[in-house]
């Protein structure tokens, strides 16, 4: 079965530290993409990257970077966490074109206190 | 910069009915795509309508779109309380440099009472 996996479902960090939140695709997919989740807010668009080495930013990119050194494989890294960095992250895979849907990982909910 | 709105926030029915949950969106788009998410894990792609086409079937999920009305619409026929969780619908956004992403609406919460 073909999936995204995220490292993990649930985090706490403090204040300060730096996280890393891990992304691996099994479907060879071009396309690999950050998300928070937030109520009211919906899902918005951290940053992503349609190739390995490269990426883009997508509408919230402050505080976070990205590193994708693997084609399956995309972080997410939190420089310094924040207590309004706590949210829901959902990474997700695609291949490149216009008429795909993406492939979502379980979600990982970060606590920042 | 929400493209999707979904119409109603929140919708609950019992078994066996119907449930219709809607969508608006506001620039021209390539293709819209319906996602399901249960609650607290990830979204699940449930099927993708093009620009061209008017409907759509898969299984219990009929999916239309008015282009000149910038809607779609998702009917979930015959639901079961499984089908409890929130939907999303999500449209394709050019970057610049030609790379699409997606851009969600908020959601509708729909809840199936045995």
């Known amino acids: 079965d073909v999936k995204v996996t995220q490292s993990s479902r649930y985090l706490v960090k403090r204040t300060g530290e730096k996280v890393f939140l891990e992304c691996v695709q099994d479907?060879?997919?071009?396309?690999m993409f950050w998300y928070r989740q937030d109520p009211g807010l919906g899902l918005r668009l951290i940053y992503f990257?349609?190739?390995?080495?490269?990426?883009e930013k997508g509408d919230i990119p402050e505080g976070y970077s990205v590193s994708r050194e693997k084609k399956e494989r995309f972080s997410l890294i939190l420089e310094s966490a924040s207590t309004n960095q706590t949210s829901m992250y959902l990474c997700?895979?695609?291949?490149?074109?216009?008429?795909?849907?993406?492939?979502f990982g379980s979600g990982t909910r970060l606590t920042v206190v | 910069s929400q493209q999707g709105e979904e119409d109603p926030q929140a919708l609950s029915i019992q078994e066996g009915e119907n449930a219709t949950m809607n969508c608006s969106y506001k620039?021209?788009?390539?293709?819209l795509q319906w996602y399901r998410q249960n609650s607290g894990r990830g979204l699940v792609h449930l099927i993708l309508?093009?620009?061209?086409?008017r409907e759509k079937h898969s299984g219990r999920l009929r999916v239309t779109l008015d282009t000149s009305k910038k809607s779609s619409s998702l009917l979930i026929t015959a639901s079961r309380a499984a089908d409890t969780a929130s939907y999303f619908c999500?449209?394709?956004?050019?970057?610049?440099?030609?790379?699409?992403?997606?851009?969600f609406g908020a959601g509708t919460r729909l809840a199936v009472h045995p």
């Open positions: 997700a895979s695609s291949f490149i074109g216009l008429n795909y849907g993406y492939t």
């Open positions: 479907m060879d997919h071009e396309n």
């Open positions: 990257s349609y190739d390995v080495k490269m990426k």
């Open positions: 620039t021209s788009i390539n293709n």
């Open positions: 309508i093009r620009s061209n086409e």
């Open positions: 999500a449209t394709v956004s050019m970057f610049s440099g030609g790379y699409n992403k997606l851009i």
